[in-house]
T-cell receptor
Framework: GQNIDQPTEMTATEGAIVQINCTYQ??????LFWYQQHAGEAPTFLSY????GLEEKGRFSSFLSRSKGYSYLLLKELQMKDSASYLC????????????FGRGTSLIVHP | EAQVTQNPRYLITVTGKKLTVTCSQN?????MSWYRQDPGLGLRQIYY???????DKGDVPEGYKVSRKEKRNFPLILESPSPNQTSLYFC????????????FGPGTRLTVL
């Protein structure tokens, strides 16, 4: 099975940097995803990590350490529109490739 | 426009009345799946399909059925809905099983009274 932990809620100030952590325990590992979900809307893909290290994409970066079962999503130059839920998902081994989602971190950006 | 569509977007029904939520994608994706999202529980996969006529159970399949007769469509069927199936449902698709990015539909908010 898989267990994914991320903080329930975080707050940050516009223009600042915030790091959202995700830890996981899995019987196997085949990649980690981050999705953004605004209230009442569908999740949208942000990043995918399968190897250790940092992947940068504009204001968003995602880091993975497989040995530690740990990932983080780094958001720079925060904007009000970044207020959303951020979902960490881990894909396990085997033929199903089904990703297991964490419960999400609700990020509130205030002026 | 490349997209995943779901219908209806909102539905209020009563216990035991069969219903179908449709899902369609226009991206020629092979892999499609259904999720439900509940407060405090996150997204949980109900069923998935790797291609036409190939479907399999996800984490919470009880009370649901699916079919994949055409590549673009993946309907979710609730034969006898119950109040514990009140939830927000998302359909998703990706180009193939190993593809990293899933595209989600807009969601269907279902209430079973």
């Amino acid at each position: 099975g898989q267990n994914i932990d991320q903080p329930t809620e975080m707050t940050a100030t516009e223009g600042a940097i915030v790091q959202i952590n995700c830890t996981y325990q899995t019987s196997g590992f085949n990649g980690l995803f981050w999705y953004q979900q605004h209230a009442g809307e569908a999740p949208t893909f942000l990043s995918y990590n399968v190897l250790d290290g940092l992947e940068e994409k504009g204001r968003f970066s995602s880091f993975l350490s497989r040995s530690k079962g740990y990932s983080y999503l780094l958001l720079k130059e925060l904007q009000m529109k970044d207020s959303a839920s951020y979902l960490c998902a881990v894909r396990g081994p085997g033929g199903s490739y089904i990703p297991t989602f964490g419960r999400g971190t609700s990020l509130i950006v205030h002026p | 426009e490349a997209q995943v569509t779901q219908n209806p977007r909102y539905l209020i029904t009563v216990t035991g009345k069969k219903l179908t939520v449709t899902c369609s994608q226009n991206m020629n994706h092979e892999y499609m799946s259904w999720y439900r999202q509940d407060p405090g529980l996150g997204l949980r996969q109900i069923y998935y399909s790797m291609n036409v006529e190939v479907t399999d159970k996800g984490d919470v399949p009880e009370g649901y059925k699916v079919s994949r007769k055409e590549k673009r469509n993946f309907p979710l069927i609730l034969e006898s809905p119950s109040p514990n199936q009140t939830s927000l449902y998302f359909c998703a698709s990706s180009l193939w099983l190993e593809n990293n990015e899933q595209f989600f539909g807009p969601g269907t908010r279902l209430t079973v009274l």
